[in-house]
């Protein structure tokens, strides 16, 4: 993806959807809310690549009980219409899951499909327990049944870049989330 100019990188932000300081109240309540329901038992934040990872570094910062950090990059393939999904990791983790509370730390849940796959390997390590955290959430989007444990936003079926999320690789530096216009 290429820009004529920086205008034409900019002008694609349409407008402010969500702004730095709610991004930043809601990531300091869902760290309390984390913080209160583990006992000490370890936690992994699982955060899946790219999308999720300013998220991720904010809200560890939020978190105060012993918790410890993976990665992972997922592809999934999908024929036509079937929502049944074969997923490709190519990143794992390295961790021995059974010694471990997993929170999956999202960006974004659209129709769900890749996180639902992934969701269904990790819990086949079974982990101690494991929850979903998403910063958005387009459950008009939705074609699978997937328990989502918290969501900070809700947002329509509208495409959203910043904070992490991208268009083409680009905008996820922007300290907010903005909706893109192509
Ligand atoms: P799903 O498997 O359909 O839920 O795909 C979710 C993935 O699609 C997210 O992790 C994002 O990478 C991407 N995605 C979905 N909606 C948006 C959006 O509005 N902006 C940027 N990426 C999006
Ligand atoms: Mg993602």
Redesign the pocket.
């Known amino acids: 993806m290429e820009f004529k100019n920086v205008n034409a990188f900019r002008e694609k932000i349409k407008r402010i959807v969500i702004s730095e300081n709610e991004i930043k109240s809601a990531v300091k309540e869902a760290g309390k809310i984390i913080n209160s329901l583990y006992d000490g038992t370890p936690i992994l934040l699982v955060s899946i690549l790219k ?1 999720s990872f300013v998220f991720l570094a904010d809200l560890c910062r939020e978190i105060n009980i012993p918790c410890e950090i993976g990665f992972m990059a997922a592809e ?1 393939y999908y024929d036509g219409t079937l929502s049944s999904g074969n997923v490709k990791i190519t990143m794992d983790l390295t961790q021995d899951l059974s010694k471990y509370n997993i929170i999956i730390v ?10 639902n796959d992934v969701v269904n390997l990790l819990k086949a390590r079974n982990p101690i327990s494991l929850r979903i955290i998403t910063l958005l959430d ?1 459950p008009s989007r939705r074609t699978v049944d997937l328990k989502v444990d918290l969501s900070l936003f809700t947002i329509p079926d ?4 910043g904070y992490g ?3 083409g690789e680009y905008y996820r530096n922007l300290p907010y989330i903005a909706e893109f216009s192509e």
């Open positions: 999308g999934s999202e960006d974004i849940i659209d129709t769900g499909r890749t996180l387009k509208i495409f959203v870049v999320l991208d268009f």
